[in-house]
């Protein structure tokens, strides 16, 4: 039986050791592993964004999952294009190391030149959904238009402000309601709540922390704004 090498990223530690996504990405690996008769001797995991001419230096379990694939002469097994990158430069790096890279939801079949077009495809549409957003919001602006249920918002938060008590409270949600058009545009057209934090993580808006948006701060954020 061949062996096979397997291989999991999320983007934070905090996903890390929640185990957000990576159970998933297991699952699925091993699933296509079974199908495919590839025995999994090594695993691999990232807790690291894909993005950066650097991503690799900074992705050692990536690195380490390059050199046990060498060795053994084994394929490395990826759920999804993403947990690799969506960058087509990052991607024609890993084919230059002559180590096979098998996404599981695309086939086995699939060649490096299709695996460049799918990173080309998921990058120029991260920059098509950036200048749509972007547009939108121009648009939204300059016609006065009111996006959300920014009124509710607002007496929501004179309410928590009367009660006296949960200054805090009150400041985040208005923290928030700065963001409201932004995140509505992000869950555009039932956008999927991951998709819609890389889009808003993508155009480097901010979480009301400071931080980099995920699925389920997204959705508390979307709730306390009434928009799910």
């Known amino acids: 039986m061949q062996t096979a090498i397997g291989y999991t990223r999320v983007s934070t530690a905090e996903q890390q050791r929640s185990g957000l996504g990576l159970e998933a990405q297991r699952t699925a690996i091993e699933a296509f592993a079974a199908t495919e008769g590839l025995q999994l001797v090594a695993w691999y995991s990232d807790a690291e964004t894909g993005k950066g001419s650097n991503a690799l230096e900074r992705r050692p379990g990536l690195a380490a999952a390059l050199k046990a694939a060498r060795a053994s002469r084994a394929p490395v097994l990826v759920a999804k294009l993403d947990r690799l990158?969506?960058?087509?430069?990052?991607?024609?790096?890993?084919?230059?190391?002559?180590?096979?890279?098998?996404?599981?939801?695309?086939?086995?079949?699939?060649?490096?030149?299709?695996?460049?077009?799918?990173?080309?495809?998921?990058?120029?549409?991260?920059?098509?959904?950036?200048?749509?957003?972007?547009?939108?919001?121009?648009?939204?602006r300059r016609n006065g238009k009111p996006l959300g249920m920014r009124a509710k918002s607002q007496v929501e938060i004179a309410r928590i402000s009367r009660a006296g008590g949960n200054a805090s409270r009150a400041a985040a949600l208005q923290r928030l309601e700065v963001l409201r058009a932004e995140i509505e545009l992000a869950l555009k057209d039932g956008r999927p709540l991951r998709a819609a934090a890389d889009m808003l993580n993508a155009r480097g808006i901010e979480?009301?922390?400071?931080?980099?948006w995920h699925g389920p701060s997204l959705l508390k954020a979307a709730r306390r704004l009434s928009l799910r």
């Open 85 to 140: 990158s969506r960058d087509v430069h990052f991607i024609s790096g890993l084919m230059a190391h002559r180590v096979e890279f098998v996404v599981t939801e695309l086939g086995r079949q699939v060649d490096p030149f299709v695996l460049h077009v799918f990173a080309a495809l998921a990058e120029k549409e991260r920059s098509l959904i950036a200048q749509r957003t972007r547009e939108g919001l121009q648009a939204a």
């Open 207 to 212: 979480s009301p922390r400071g931080g980099r």
